[in-house]
C-alpha cells in the first residue's frame, strides 16, 4: 500500500538551555535539529513500521531543505511529493527549553 502525507515538513531547532535562563544575558546551549511538522512525522512514523510512504509540502530551495530531504531520504521517505519554491524559505520551528 502507498501511502501520501499531505502538510507540513520543516526542521524543528531546539535549543536546551545549559542553566537557568537569564534575562538580558547570553544563555549556553545545546543545539538539535530533526525533521518536523505532522505531515512529516506521521510519514517517517509510517516508514518506521514498513510503510511505503511519500511526504507532501512546500520548501525553499535552500539547505534546510537539502537537509531536511537527505534526513527522510535515510529513512525510506518519499520526498517526490516536495514541492519547491525559491522565493521562499523553508519553513521551520524553534523552542527554547530549560
Not at 501511502?3 to 534575562?23: S, Y
Not at 546551549?29 to 512514523?45: K, L, M, S
Not at 531543505?65 to 521517505?77: F, K, M, P, S
Request: aromatic share 2%.
Amino acid at each position: 500500500m502507498r501511502i501520501a502525507c499531505f502538510g507540513g515538513a520543516h526542521l524543528d531547532t531546539k535549543a536546551h538551555l545549559a542553566a537557568n535562563p537569564r534575562l538580558g544575558s547570553s544563555n549556553p546551549a545545546r543545539i538539535t535539529r530533526a525533521p518536523g511538522g505532522v505531515a512529516c512525522n506521521v510519514a517517517r512514523g509510517l516508514a518506521r513500521l514498513g510503510a511505503e510512504v511519500v511526504v507532501c509540502s512546500v520548501v525553499g530551495d535552500d539547505a534546510a531543505a537539502a537537509e531536511l530531504t537527505a534526513i527522510l531520504d535515510g529513512e525510506d521517505v518519499g520526498t517526490g511529493g516536495l514541492a519547491v519554491d525559491a522565493q521562499r524559505p523553508t519553513a521551520g520551528y524553534l523552542a527554547v527549553l530549560d
